[in-house]
Nanobody, 127 residues
Framework: QVRLVESGGGSGQPGGSLRLSCFGSGFTYRRAYMAWFRQAPGKEREGVAGANDERDVVVADSLEGRFTISKDHGKNTLYLQMNTLKPDDTAMYYC?????????????????????WGQGTQVTVFS
């Protein structure tokens, strides 16, 4: 059974840090393109960051410098390190996977291409 399980969400103060994890099972993790998306109440789902491997990564322009994505093939786990948190980062964060993508940038703007999604983990940054 193909499955993604997120963890690491929670509440924090502005300027703080959180690290999200996403464990994948039931598919060839090493070959999959994986990404983080987020959705705040009343807003559309937006791409946060994506990764094929440790070298082929992309972070949304608005988040670059604060967020970092990494993919640990040995642990079948995708990470999202979030630093200098802001109230605008408050959202449900989802992990997603697709067998392949032409490029990380291309896939991150197209949530519909991702076949597998996790249940989400909530991140709340107090204002």
């Amino acid at each position: 059974q193909v499955r993604l399980v997120e963890s690491g969400g929670g509440s924090g103060q502005p300027g703080g840090s959180l690290r999200l994890s996403c464990f994948g099972s039931g598919f060839t993790y090493r070959r999959a393109y994986m990404a983080w998306f987020r959705q705040a109440p009343g807003k559309e789902r937006e791409g946060v960051a994506g990764a094929n491997d440790e070298r082929d990564v992309v972070v949304a322009d608005s988040l670059e410098g604060r967020f970092t994505i990494s993919k640990d093939h040995g642990k079948n786990t995708l990470y999202l390190q979030m630093n200098t948190l802001k109230p605008d980062d408050t959202a449900m964060y989802y992990c997603a996977a697709t067998p392949s993508a032409p490029s990380p940038q291309w896939a991150l703007s197209r949530p519909v291409v991702f076949a597998v999604w996790g249940q989400g983990t909530q991140v709340t940054v107090f204002s």
